[in-house]
């Protein structure tokens, strides 16, 4: 089992920055890619951006140019540096991981609240 632990959420000021960070652990963790999801209320969960093992990246367009993922495979641990922040990105965030045998795990979300 693999538990996902986040960390780095909070209030900003339109503009300002924010680092999201989530480390896995659990025995024999073995993770493939990781990625961070957001979610506001009334609407479904949507992809901000993934990393995969190799280092390969895809972003939401909405954050292209402004977030910045990365990984750190021996710690495993992901990171999303936020920047040139929105108050549409006013949302909780998720940390993802996907196993390498159909498996997959959430962390338990954090809160990002952009003001203007």
């Known amino acids: 089992q693999v538990q996902l632990v986040e960390s780095g959420g909070g209030l900003v000021q339109a503009g300002g920055s924010l680092r999201l960070s989530c480390a896995a652990s659990g025995s024999g963790v073995s993770i493939n890619a990781m990625g961070w999801y957001r979610q506001t209320p009334g609407k479904q969960r949507e992809v901000v951006a993934v990393i995969t093992r190799g280092g390969r990246t895809n972003y939401a367009d909405s954050v292209k140019g402004r977030f910045t993922i990365s990984r750190d495979n021996a710690k495993n641990t992901v990171l999303l540096q936020m920047n040139s922040l929105k108050p549409e990105d006013t949302a909780v965030y998720y940390c993802?991981?996907?196993?390498?045998?159909?498996?997959?795990?959430w962390g338990q979300g954090t809160q990002v609240t952009v003001s203007s």
């Open positions: 993802h991981a996907d196993g390498y045998v159909a498996d997959y795990y």
